[in-house]
């Protein structure tokens, strides 16, 4: 059986079985600390059966007015516990504080246009693409765009948060501020 845990600082030396994947985004220490002093209650983390990290996931709250909203910064799960359902479970969880404890109008998060496996994991979710941010993702030898995808929450009754074919509204990272 799974649950969902608190992350903590100690986590931090637990999780080597799910950070040695290369699908998974690795940060030093400070970034998770800073996540975790910052947004506790958006870090959490799901652990198997014998209590071993299996996934997890590190959110933030920003934005302002009808721009509150939760963001996906990293949810991973490891390799051995993947097609379980625990990514839909920390996406889940996300969204449920994100709602009720932050009151938040959306979630969002960025993926690779080319991450072809991502974007439909996360439109069976429930996000959609709400805009095409062109070389989000750069470095020296290469860049490559993101798609900004938004799930809109009990608090958007408008649903100013999605758009119909956001894959072709672009914009730069410059305009990409909450």
């Keep these: 059986m799974t649950s969902i845990k608190p992350f903590s600082a100690m986590d931090l030396f637990d999780i080597n079985n799910i950070n040695l994947d290369v699908l998974t985004e690795n940060y030093q220490a400070a970034y998770y ?20 990290p299996s996934g997890y996931m590190i959110g933030k709250a920003e934005g302002k007015g009808t721009d509150w909203h939760g963001h996906v910064t990293a949810v991973t799960v490891a ?7 625990l990514g839909r479970l920390l996406v889940n969880e ?13 979630l969002d998060l960025f993926v690779r246009v080319s991450n072809d496996l991502a974007i439909s994991m996360y439109k069976n979710f429930g996000f959609s693409v709400y805009r ?23 608090r958007d009754t408008k649903r100013e948060s999605v758009r119909e074919n956001g894959e072709s509204f ?3 990272p410059r305009e990409v501020v909450f």
């Design 170 to 172: 672009r914009v730069s």
């Design 94 to 106: 996300l969204e449920r504080v994100t709602d009720e404890v932050y009151k938040g109008y959306f």
């Design 33 to 52: 600390l800073d996540y975790l002093s910052r947004w506790p209650s958006l870090f959490f983390k799901t652990i198997d059966s014998d209590g071993a």
């Design 132 to 154: 095409r941010v062109v070389g989000y993702y750069y470095d020296e030898k290469k860049s490559e765009d993101a798609y900004d995808m938004r799930k809109p929450l009990k």
């Design 79 to 85: 390799e051995d516990h993947r097609r379980l359902g």
